[in-house]
Structures are given as C-alpha cells and as structure tokens.
C-alpha cells in the first residue's frame, strides 16, 4: 500500500511539473510576460522595473524555479484590473462557484439517478428509450445554449425568474440546472450501467430465489452497491463543475469563479487568467489523486496490479 | 465489487460515462444533418442570399424572422444588432464549424496516433515516457487550459485548431497504444521482423491498417467535443474573431441584448450548435458499434 500511494503521489506531482512547465514555456513563447504582468499601456521603464521585480531578466531555468515556488506557495500574483492578490480574489468567489456546483450537482442526482434505475430496471422497453434519448441530449446541448433558452423563456417571456445575479434563490434556478444538464445525463448513463452490472450477479439471483419482493431486491440489494461509483463521480462532479461553469457563469452574471476568469480574459489580466488556470489544475489532479487512493483502499486488487 | 475494479481509474470512470453503446439503429438522421452541413459549408457562397459580414443594404438592424410582425422576405431569419442577415451568418457559420471540427479532430488524432504507435511499437522507455506524459495530460481541466492557451495565442481559427491538437490528443495515445501492444505481437508482424522489413516499414504497412478503425471511431466521438469547445471558445472571445460568422460568436454578440427579447439571435445558433454535436455523437456511437463488434469501451 505504501508503495502504491508514492508512486501515486509521484505520478501526480509529474502532472502539477507538466502542468506548470507548460504554462511557463506557452506564456514566454506566445508574447512577454513582463507586458503580461503589467498590463497594457506599461511604459518602458515600468516594464524595465516589472522584468527585475519578478526576475524575468534571469535565465529561464531559474525563473521556472522562482515561478514554481510562488505557485507553490500560493503566491499567484496581483491582479491589475481589481488591484489585489489573485489568491484573496479567487477565495472571495469560491463560496459563490461551490454554492452554484451543489445546486447543479443535486439536480443532476434527482434527475439522473432515478432515471437510470428505470432505465436498468426496465432494460429494453420504452422507458430505457426515454432516458436514452435524455441521456443523449444531455451529452450533446451544449449548457450554455440550455442557459440562453431558458432566459428566453423565462426570464423575457414569462418573467418568472431573474435573468442574472446573485441573491435570491430564484437567482440560483437556471444557471444551477444549466451546469447540472450535461451532468445529470453522465449521471443517467453511469447508473443505468452499474445497475445493470450489478442486477447480473450472483447475489441479486440469490435475492430473488429466496423470494424477496422486486423493491427489496432494487432498492436494498441492488441499488446500494450500484451507487457506489455513482457517489464517487459525484464527488469528482463537484469539482469538475467549479472548473468548467465560465460560460454558465458569464450568461448569468453568477459572480464565480468562472466569472473572474471571463473578466480576466475580457480585461487582459493575465495575473488572473494564470492564476486560475493553475488553481483549477491543482484541484483537478489532487482529486483524481484522492480517488485512486480511495479507489486502491477499497479493492485491494488494484494495490497489486 | 467487480464495477468498482472496473472503475479504478479515473480515465476508465471518463470513458465509461462518455459511452454509449446504444441508439445504433438510426444512422439516418445524423448522416443527413452531417451531410447537410458538409453541403451547406461547402456550397455557402452559392446559399447565402447575403455577404454575412455586412448589413443588408436598407435593411433594419434586429429584424424578427419572416413569420413574426415586423418581419419580411427579404431575410427569413431576421437580422442582427449590425443589419446582418441572421440566415446568410448561420450558413456561413457552417463552414467554420466543419473546419475546425474536422481540422482540430485531424490535428489532435494526428498526434495522439504518433505517439501511440511509437510507444506501443518501441516499449521500453519510450513507452513509460509516452504514456506518463498522457497520464499527466489526462489529469488536466481540458476547458480551463482550452481557454488558457487560446487567451494567450489570441483568436483566430489557426490558433484554435492549435489548441485543440494540443489538448485532446491523450486519449487516442492511450487507446492505440494499448492496440499496438498486442498488434506487435501478431505472428505477421513477428514474420515481418524476421525477414527484415525496416521498422519504419511495418509501422507504415502492417501496424497503421490495423489500427485505422479505432482511430476512425475515436475521431467521430471527438468532433462533437471540438465542435463544442470552439463555440465555447468563441462565445468567451477566444475563438473565432468577428466579424467572421461563427455559431459560437453569433451567440456571444447576441448576449448584450438577451433581455430585449431578440430571440431568433440565439435560438437560431444554438439549434445548429445542437443539431451538429448530436448528429456528431450518435454517428460516432454507431461507428462504433459497426468498426468495433467486440464492444469494448473505447
């Protein structure tokens, strides 16, 4: 087992490296970082100052040392737009983005789960059809458009609920089943096939022999041991979509942290645009760390593949 | 226990809840609405009735469609905040869509084929390299670091395919690799070795063939994805720069005037988005089922 987790450890600490090597080489290779740091409009003897403030008149090997350390320390630089650290920045709207990924990730549960029990309980009828064809345009509707069609409908045209902001709960209802759209049918497809896996074995058959009414068998039998790895994408869910709600965010004028990476493009502000790119990379590859860890602790088969 | 086994990793988890095994039985629909689009980027001179970059001339700016008070022939499906014709800007649209699905798609299988078949068919350390690096990849937010790269490069469709060559080639790495792993063991590539044929030679003549089909289907699921990405891209102003007509953009400028009830700006694009991405996946989906008989999860 302890070899197990460093290796792990070790192949998700090459990642963050890539990670960070990556932005370091498409940022000096795409434009100047000193102009990028400053802003627009820098005078020369700003960007003179800027390059020796942040080391950037130093050999590449040592300014990747220094910018690795920063990050690392949680160090991501000021923003020029707001004037304050990207880091106290991105713990302001944090609260805002998890609000809104809970939301979504309760409505693609409600929507999802129980549609794909359905769907395995009732394995080729016209029930399974239904929640295929669900499934399959929740895969395929891109969620911003699902956000713009719903502000058509129900914010312009019946005005029942508010088109943007932050406040109320009525503010929380669009963007939230925007984001939980694509995920409620990942949710869908994930239970139907982990039902169906399990409705196969050997102990549901035993389960029926003795004569247990089909509810106890679904709900008790079956269903517990099918939501296992539906648990477990939902926790990953979770932080995929504090990641990936730019856009939801930016049409309703939710004030997370996809919003600040759309205003950090919008205004240049590259500080930002950085800074979030490498937080987001951080959670990513830390969660899908604790989950192979979660996964080898649980089936000991993996420990020893 | 066993769904959890087959769970372990969290690229098996991501293949598992992108896959669909089923709807195999209507190739129809998506061949024609994938057909249609091929027709009308690449008739769309032919098609427009206008330049989908200028205003009509003495034409009104945000005109409803024809159907709706205020609405006339003359542009079927209204006009935009510019005068623009809303119908002509969509056809046009096509053409950007099918480049830089098709372009981007090429570009990201280009590179995951390379290095998966160098990895599968050297082994050894070439192979640990190649696959911790995908690894790595794969653990990456694919949107955020879309968005990053293509704030940085600045839009342009070029910049974008780059992009997308750039971030969605791990998993044809990954698949083809595990493919030419078995295939490097097949007696006709052993006989092959034998007689002397240069490795560049089997690579090209007997190990490429066979990996053809994989490659096809993985690249039909992907253009969807693309497809998406570059809307996304370009409705955040990474993407595709105005004034060129991109469904994506055409979305993002109707933005600012959402509330004033201007519907056909975004219904209109989103519809075509929709349409292009479904018929992409559910033609994938079948491909599948038609190249890969054994299932498996791809």
Redesign the interface.
Known sequence: MRRFVLTRIG??A??LV??SLT?FV??RA??DPAVLLIGPGASRDDLAQARTLWGLDRPWPEQYVTFLGNALRGNLGTSFQYRVPVRDLYFERLPNSLLLALVALLISLVLGVPLGIISAVKVDTIWDSIS?IV???G????N??IG??M??LF???LRWLP?AGIGTWQHLVMPAIALGWYFAA?ML??TR??ML??LD?EYIKLARLKGLPETVVIVKHAFR??L??VL??AG?NLV?MV??A??IE??FAWPGIGRL??EG??FRDFPV??G??VM??G???GV?LL??LL?AW??P??RY? | MASIGALARPAALRQRMGSARWLTDVPLLPTLILGGLVFTALLANVLAPYDPTLPIAGGRVFQPPFWMEGGSTNALLGTDFQGRDVLSRLIYGARVSLLVGVTGTAVAGGIGLLLGVIAGYLGGWVDQAVMRLTDAWLALPFLMFAIFLAALLGAGVLNIVIVFGFVYWTRYARVIRGEVLSLREREFVRLAQVAGVSTPRIILRHILPNVLNTWMVLASLTVGVVIVTEASLSFLGVGVPPPTPAWGLMLSEARSTLMAGYWWLTVFPGVCISGVVLAANLFGDWLRIRLDPQRRDL
């Open positions: 192949y998700s090459v990642s890539l990670l932005i498409v940022v795409t434009g295929k499934a399959m345009f895969l395929s509707v891109p911003f458009f713009l069609l502000i058509n914010a312009v045209w088109a990942s497809r994930l096939s982990s896996e399990v074995s041991n099918a296992i790895p477990t994408l990953i995929i990641n990936v730019v856009i930016t049409i990476l759309y493009i919008s645009v950085q979030l790119v987001a990379g959670m990513i590859v899908n989950l192979d996964y649980i089936d088969r993996i593949a």
